[in-house]
């Protein structure tokens, strides 16, 4: 069963850099692609990007040159980096596997809260 | 970017009984759509796929209809573990862009 897993600290100061991990289990991360999606509070959802089987990338547009989403294949774990980041990145941040060929996000983690705040 | 208009943000209903939830897209996606289930201490779960395309799992109480700009998630006869938020997504162009959530919950 594929299990993926957010880990990363809560609190981040204004101005600062968001660092998440997820780790993934049960399934490889050569394979498919890993994204990252976030929820606000009041429950809007955005696609922040994701890295794919061979480690190319795609971004939300949004995010401009902020986000980068590498990989360790060796621990199956994929990760975000989001840099200069105000109170408006507080939300909840989830990994999720992004199936192509259902274009959908077939398997998603429990998501970790991430405040910004000084 | 492809802007969701997703209605109704509420809905009340009462086990057994059906609900209709709306997804309306800015530009059409073809029939790129993707609903989503979100409750409480569970991952999300994808539920329908190229919008009337059941998920493995996907109990068949739940439809998917609509092409174009127009879509629809269907649930017919409510059981107590459908009370959940629910997304749509587009999958037709980059950025993805969801919906702002149904929040689903017992009269």
């Known amino acids: 069963e594929v299990q993926l897993q957010e880990s990363g600290p809560g609190l981040v100061k204004p101005s600062q850099s968001l660092s998440l991990t997820c780790s993934v289990t049960?399934?490889?991360?050569?394979?498919?692609?890993w994204g990252w999606i976030r929820k606000f509070p009041g429950n809007k959802m955005e696609w922040m990007g994701y890295?794919?089987?061979?480690?190319?990338?795609s971004y939300n547009p949004s995010l401009k040159s902020r986000i980068s989403i590498t990989r360790d294949t060796s621990k199956n774990q994929f990760f975000l980096q989001l840099n200069s980041v105000t109170t408006e990145d507080t939300a909840t941040y989830y990994c999720?596997?992004?199936?192509?060929?259902?274009?959908?996000?077939?398997?998603w983690g429990q998501g970790t809260l991430v405040t910004v705040s000084s | 970017d492809v802007q969701m208009t997703q209605s109704p943000s509420y809905l009340a209903a009462s086990p057994g009984e059906s609900v209709s939830i709306s997804c309306k897209a800015s530009?059409?996606?073809?029939?790129?759509l993707a609903w989503y289930q979100e409750k409480p201490g569970k991952t999300n779960k994808l539920l329908i796929y190229?919008?009337?395309t059941l998920q493995s799992g996907t109990p068949s109480r739940f439809s998917g209809s609509g092409s174009g700009t127009d879509f629809t998630l269907t649930i017919r006869s409510l059981e107590p573990e459908d009370f959940a938020v629910y997304y749509c997504?587009?999958?037709?162009?980059?950025?993805?862009?969801f919906g702002s959530g149904t929040k689903l919950e017992i009269k």
């Open positions: 999720a596997r992004y199936v192509k060929h259902l274009r959908g996000f077939a398997y």
């Open positions: 049960g399934y490889s991360i050569t394979s498919n692609y």
């Open positions: 997504q587009q999958h037709n162009e980059y950025p993805l862009t």
């Open positions: 190229s919008g009337s």
């Open positions: 530009k059409s996606i073809n029939t790129y």
């Open positions: 890295i794919s089987y061979s480690g190319s990338t």
